[in-house]
């Protein structure tokens, strides 16, 4: 069985936001490792912030809230997030995501997508 060197724990939440800048949001922290099938990022917002409304048309995405606190919107309704809930957003699916008072922390997780190549041009 072949080894796999980038197996095992990745990063841990606590140190992750601990040495951060606390002004710091975005994507604090990104699945990098070759070979990979997935794609994984934890993401901070800001009090208040959004992600506004979007669709993403190919991916899956599957949506898990570490901390702080907010809501997701899609064309089902406005729904709360805290610490815990998990969140499947289907391909084609509208999403909206917004950061409550404290802020939203929340992992994001989806399949891969492929690295864009470069290709002979067609003949003609």
């Known amino acids: 069985m072949p080894s796999h060197p980038?197996?095992?724990?990745?990063?841990?939440?606590?140190?992750?936001?601990?040495?951060a800048?606390?002004?710091?949001?975005?994507?604090?922290?990104?699945?990098?490792e070759e070979g990979r099938q997935l794609d994984a990022d934890i993401v901070r917002l800001p009090a208040n912030a959004e992600v506004a409304a979007h669709v993403e048309p190919d991916l899956d995405v599957l949506v898990q809230v570490l901390g702080g606190s907010g809501h997701?919107?899609?064309?089902?309704?406005?729904?709360?997030?805290?610490?815990?809930?998990?969140?499947?957003?289907p391909h084609g699916a509208r999403r909206r995501v917004s950061a409550g008072e404290d802020g939203l922390v929340y992992l994001t997780v989806h399949r891969r997508r492929p690295g864009l190549g470069v290709h002979s041009a067609p003949a003609g």
């Open 72 to 89: 997701l919107e899609t064309d089902n309704g406005r729904q709360a997030l805290s610490p815990g809930c998990t969140a499947w957003l």
């Open 6 to 19: 980038g197996a095992g724990v990745l990063t841990h939440l606590d140190s992750l936001l601990h040495l």
């Open 21 to 32: 800048r606390a002004d710091r949001t975005g994507a604090l922290w990104r699945l990098q």
